[in-house]
């Protein structure tokens, strides 16, 4: 508001200080005994024109061309108004593309480009050791990140955390709230470069990052704890909270928006690491922690990570035991921000943000033919605008003007596709990709502005630039033959389409692999019932129990009246439903000794499931031998464990499921061996694209909290799945009910149904092949729409010629060929370049496919019959309009 008066404040100054040069030169004349009649006349022809004077000083101030875009948008909206097809055509194609890649910009931007809420954020990185099986996942013993930080001088500082064993639950204003609870060095704080908002952090001990005596009680809350549980208490500080029932003191909050781990979903809290003994060992028993630290200025992670190798290979010699040793060889150095997304995940973004980078070019090209097309519409128009004195320039202005209000439009109808689309791709982005409640941010915005001018200029410029070159007579001439310039406009438009066609394929072919590779995976024999069940993820407040038994105190008496529900025909209890990703545990032999054996038992790795004897009715798993757990299997009675096929391959010789029957596998507790009473069929139980691993599992009824595998299983996490012919939606608040008289913590339980947890267990997969359904099915519209302007341009402007043609005997259907074979021509080029961008970038989907190669031949002859039908089937129309062109009023109209 304050520039637009400024600019006409301005305007209006120029013309007061011309007329008061007037009336005084006039007062001066008469002042010297002329009549005021003649004086006035004596100064204005003096003066000269009174027009070109304000036109000339204003130039000089430089108003002029803001003056002269005015004048360009107004008159662009004017012509725009008179054809309202065009502009809504053109709108909605910009928008097409616009709107895709600003979805895929957001998603990537909030995943690989996100802010991190720490100082310097690019110097930190976190260490990982490797060795003969990669990277140690377990996490690294406290006396290797004591030896780093005396030997490795890449890092101002190593601080390191762990996640507290088990739910934790913080008793605030609002009842109990599950939070993530890590217990981090004493340093963590200082590494990120964050100071509390409120209070401190912990007494800092940078020789050993541990609690100092007293501290280990403290702990530090976040903004949404402090916020949610506590009311934003300002006096929070000193106050004792209790967690699990320990009681802790609050010394401090941190900022709002500040997280650690930065992924972290719940709400945090963190309490510092107490030294114990497990820390000044390097055996099985050590505890392992994640370690982050922060590089000197001017370190480079490749740097960091090559003096990292030479001090680990020192640091792995202080192992007593040769196989660890191995294990621990090595070192990795990676990027905090890096290591926050998997690289299944990095890769999906990049390609689907390419993919919606192609949409959006597909659009442009698109554009770029319409604006061709009103340009040679507009020719005679062009011609009188540069006949009465304009320039090229003037009238390249006008047209880019008028581009980039088309494109202005469709960016702001792009925002709103793009939110619809995060919207409904909202599940698929949160349980595939891990992003959830995503939305264009002012990033986003800005990105899209960008892409607003950059489209604006790509589609405007060069029919702009062609038509203020096109030549004036031949033009002003009515009746007059189309230039050859004409006819290389029309040959431009038909390599556009061209090109649209080329592109459209290559999205297809990328969809069709897709949809093939989703085809596969719902036609895999995952070896289990998906049908009818419905899955609760319970939130287990195990402090309540402690020293009790919870699967008598709690499992057993919810299993029971779960099963009392009308339409259940069956419940069981698990740590973990098959393709799960709630709770997943591994099973490895703690057994010692570097023999063959021995360490082909240590390398050993199987899935490990603490069940019910119910699981076998509710999923319906095939026994291969032996029986499953059933009631007579009591914590009184001999301890069972049941394996699968593939554990019977990789673990016995013989690779006979009986001989595996009677085995001892392990102790569920001292003196109380388990054998194997059955052998499962196969299953995909992690992954429906993975071939079935080692699964071990151990009756729930018989562990005790004597047993090893009590306090990891039944205090972490608990599914219960209910086999029911009813729907989930009747089903689902009777259970919820259930489970919240059971426990008031137990109300919070996520309930699915397990067909929705085998389709997310697609993976990326799914989401790409759904996004580039939308992608693919926008570009071919796209195309269509190319392929049927150019045709029906062109029908149009040889309106005369065709009816020429007919008069003179020609048969219609000999005309209507000539149009189809016009647009044949166009799909088989089209078809044949597009082919070859997708050989040879279908290596680029390879690691999203299964069960079909990345150059299958029958998706890509069936896709390109899809597009090279569908064109002719949008040509079939302007070949029929030409077709019943009548001679006598085509030949009267010219």
């Not at 030549?471 to 431009?492: M, Y």
Request: some cysteine.
């Amino acid at each position: 508001m304050r520039v637009w008066r400024w600019w006409f404040g301005r305007r209006g100054d120029v013309d007061e200080e011309i007329q008061t040069h007037l009336r005084m030169a006039v007062a001066e004349r008469v002042a010297r005994g002329e009549s005021p009649e003649e004086a006035r006349r004596a100064v204005l022809r003096e003066f000269g024109n009174v027009a070109l004077v304000r036109e000339v000083t204003r130039a000089a101030w430089g108003w002029e061309w803001m003056e002269r875009v005015g004048q360009d948008a107004r008159y662009a909206v004017r012509q725009l108004r008179r054809s309202p097809g065009f502009a809504v055509t053109v709108i909605v194609t910009l928008a097409l593309g616009l709107g895709a890649t600003a979805a895929m910009f957001t998603v990537v931007n909030r995943v690989l480009f996100r802010t991190m809420p720490y100082k310097d954020a690019g110097r930190l990185v976190v260490i990982q050791e490797s060795g003969r099986r990669g990277v140690f996942y377990s996490g690294v013993p406290y006396l290797d990140i004591e030896a780093w930080r005396g030997r490795a001088k890449s890092f101002e500082e190593i601080a390191f955390s762990v996640l507290a064993g088990g739910r934790t639950f913080l008793e605030g204003g609002a009842g109990a709230e599950q939070v993530e609870h890590r217990m981090v060095s004493t340093n963590l704080f200082h590494v990120l470069g964050v100071e509390p908002a409120m209070g401190r952090g912990f007494a800092d001990d940078k020789n050993a990052g541990f609690a100092e005596t007293g501290d280990e009680n403290t702990v530090v809350l976040s903004d949404a704890v402090w916020r949610e549980s506590f009311g934003g208490d300002r006096k929070i500080l000193g106050k004792v909270v209790k967690m699990n029932g320990q009681s802790y003191t609050v010394v401090g909050v941190m900022p709002r928006g500040f997280g650690f781990p930065a992924e972290a979903k719940s709400p945090q809290i963190w309490t510092a690491v107490a030294l114990r003994d497990s820390d000044k060992t390097r055996t099985n028993q050590s505890t392992t922690y994640e370690t982050i630290a922060r590089m000197k200025h001017g370190v480079s992670v490749a740097d960091a990570e090559a003096e990292m190798k030479v001090v680990q290979v020192e640091v792995a010699k202080q192992y007593p035991d040769m196989y660890a040793r191995d294990l621990v060889s090595s070192a990795k150095v990676k990027r905090y921000r890096d290591s926050l997304v998997g690289t299944d995940v990095r890769r999906a973004l990049l390609a689907l943000f390419a993919a919606s980078g192609v949409l959006w070019l597909i659009a442009c090209v698109n554009a770029t033919g319409l604006l061709l097309a009103r340009g040679t519409a507009r020719r005679r128009e062009i011609a009188v605008r540069g006949a009465l004195g304009a320039s090229r320039w003037r009238i390249v202005r006008q047209l880019l003007v008028e581009g980039l209000m088309l494109s202005v439009g469709g960016s702001v109808l792009g925002l709103a596709l793009a939110v619809v689309l995060l919207k409904v791709f909202a599940h698929g982005l949160t349980t595939q990709l891990h992003v959830d409640g995503v939305m264009p941010d002012e990033r986003a915005i800005g990105v899209l502005l960008g892409l607003t001018i950059f489209s604006a200029v790509v589609s405007s410029m060069w029919p702009a630039v062609v038509s203020a070159r096109a030549s004036i007579e031949p033009a002003l001439r009515q009746g007059g033959a189309q230039s050859g310039a004409a006819r290389g406009q029309h040959r431009v438009r038909g390599l556009l389409v061209v090109t649209q066609i080329a592109l459209s394929l290559l999205l297809m072919v990328s969809c069709g692999l897709l949809l093939r590779t989703i085809y596969a995976l719902q036609h895999v024999p995952l070896g289990f019932l998906t049908d009818h069940i419905i899955v609760g993820n319970m939130t287990i407040p195990a402090y309540k129990y402690a020293g009790q038994d919870m699967a008598t105190e709690l499992y057993r008496p919810l299993l029971e009246r779960a099963k009392t529900l009308p339409g259940v025909e069956s419940a069981a209890l698990m740590t973990e439903v098959p393709l799960g990703t709630t709770f997943r545990m591994v099973f490895s032999f703690g057994v010692e000794g570097n023999s063959a054996d021995t360490v082909k038992r240590r390398d050993f790795r199987a899935q490990f499931r603490a069940v019910s004897p119910e699981m076998q009715k509710v999923f319906g798993f095939r026994m291969l031998k032996g029986r499953f757990f059933n009631e007579s299997d009591t914590p009184g009675s001999q301890a069972v464990v049941v394996v699968n096929r593939a554990f019977v391959k990789e673990f016995s010789e013989s690779n006979d499921p009986g001989k595996m029957l009677g085995q001892r596998l392990l102790s569920l507790e001292k003196g109380k061996p388990a054998i194997v009473v059955g052998v499962l069929d196969d299953e995909r139980q992690v992954s429906v694209a993975e071939k079935s691993q080692p699964e071990i599992e151990v009756c729930l009824p018989q562990l005790t909290p004597q047993s090893g595998f009590y306090k990891a299983s039944e205090g972490m996490a608990m599914d219960l799945a209910v086999r029911t012919e009813r729907s989930p939606a009747s089903v689902v608040p009777e259970l919820r009910d259930l489970m919240r008289k059971a426990s008031p913590e137990l109300g919070s339980t996520k309930f699915t149904t397990m067909n929705q947890i085998v389709e997310d267990s697609y993976g990326n997969q799914q989401i790409a092949a759904r996004l580039l359904m939308v992608f693919g099915g926008s570009a071919l519209l796209l195309c269509l729409a190319g392929l049927y302007g150019l045709l029906a341009y062109l029908v149009t402007q040889r309106t005369r010629e065709l009816g020429v043609r007919i008069a003179l005997g020609a048969q219609r259907g000999h005309v209507m060929w000539l149009v189809m074979r016009q647009a044949g021509w166009m799909l088989l080029c089209g078809s044949a370049v597009g082919l070859g961008l997708a050989y040879f970038t279908s290596r680029l989907v390879g690691s999203f496919l299964y069960g079909v190669k990345p150059h299958d031949a029958w998706t890509m002859v069936a896709v390109s019959v899809l597009l090279v039908g569908s064109g002719l089937g949008a040509a079939f129309v302007p070949a029929r309009r030409a077709a019943k062109v009548d001679p006598m009023e085509a030949l009267r109209a010219e």
